[in-house]
């Protein structure tokens, strides 16, 4: 596995995409809505920024509510999620989802529970 990406929730994307251009040089490198969301990746070194801006009530427009923006999650790349859910059942880690669903870009992803990874939300991410 390798780091992947940072979701960060904000209300909105594009303001907050200029901004991290203007301050880090960071480049738009995908964008797109998906799930109720404005999605767009900023290309970082070896990962990425995720923004995350809700369109509709859900579960990032609830995070807002409650903490305000910032990072939601942190995602790991692998090249078997399968076999990286079942490494998580086996050191008893809360599963979010029980089996892959389809993510941005495509991409198969699958949330472990932040009670049992140290209070952070990890995202695994078969690309």
Known sequence: MHFDHAGIATDDAQTL?????D?????SVH????D???????????????LLEPLEEGTISRY???????????????????SALETAREHEVSLIDEEPR???WGHSVA???????????????EH
């Open 64 to 82: 807002l509510e409650t903490n305000g923006a910032g990072i939601h999650h942190l995602a790991l790349a692998t090249d078997d999620i399968e």
């Open 102 to 104: 389809p993510g941005a």
């Open 17 to 21: 995409a200029e901004l991290y251009g």
């Open 36 to 50: 109720g969301l404005r999605v767009v990746f900023l290309e970082c070194g070896d990962g990425y920024f995720e």
């Open 31 to 34: 964008e797109e809505e998906f």
């Open 111 to 125: 949330f472990l529970h932040p009670k049992d990874t140290g209070g952070i939300l990890i995202e695994l991410v």
């Open 23 to 27: 301050l880090f040089g960071l480049e």
